[in-house]
């Protein structure tokens, strides 16, 4: 059960009624059976000065990058089974594995194991995981990142596992849970 109360649309504001407006625009069915929003979004409307703005990075990050759709999701993946965030792999694993990622690429990044990986995935994944362990990304992997994606890519790539540490971060912190009958990748 999530910390924070449940909100449904028409218990809110009008401000948080356009985030959440906003919100369900751009990203299809989000809204539970109970009327309230699934994932990291209840959080937002919670916070519609913040939550708003949140939504429009995330849209903008994975809707209007350089950066090819099966790129973005090795990333945020990664970046997922780094904080363990059930919610944001339950979503994310799915997309991976809808544009292009491999089944065992994806279960060996739920383990923490290193995948074996096309090159540009690889490369992909070598940032987002130097990024979520250290903070930093060493010279060998920022060079291929470089290569891969040019200096607009790599600031695209950089901020999306920010962003989606972040979004782990407010589901894990907000004990958001998975849709009924899903399964947990790491159970507690």
């Known amino acids: 059960m999530s910390r924070l109360p449940l909100q449904t649309r ?10 959440w407006d906003s919100i369900t625009a751009s990203r299809g069915a989000i809204v539970a059976d109970e009327g309230h929003l699934i994932g990291p979004f209840n959080a937002w409307v919670t916070a519609p000065g913040i939550g708003g703005r949140l939504a429009e990075l995330g849209a903008a990050l994975r809707f209007e990058s350089s950066i090819e759709r099966r790129l973005l ?8 089974a780094r904080w ?3 919610f944001e792999w339950w979503a994310h694993s799915r ?5 292009g990622v491999s089944p065992e690429a994806i279960e060996a990044i739920a383990r923490g194991a290193t995948p074996s990986l096309p090159d540009d995935e690889a ?3 070598a940032v987002a995981r130097q990024l979520v362990d250290s903070g930093h990304i ?3 992997t920022y060079e291929a990142a470089h290569q891969l994606l040019g200096d607009r890519g790599v600031v695209e790539l950089v901020t999306l596992c920010g962003y989606y540490s972040l979004v782990s971060f407010s589901l894990n912190a907000f004990e958001v849970p998975l849709p009924p009958g899903e399964t947990p990748t790491w159970p507690a």
Not at 95 to 99: E, N, S
């Open 10 to 19: 028409d218990a809110l504001d009008d401000d948080a009624q356009k985030v």
């Open 73 to 80: 999701e090795v990333a945020i993946i990664t970046v997922g």
């Open 84 to 86: 363990k965030a059930e």
């Open 95 to 99: 997309m991976a594995l809808h544009f």
């Open 123 to 125: 490369v992909v994944h």
């Open 138 to 140: 060493d010279a060998p």
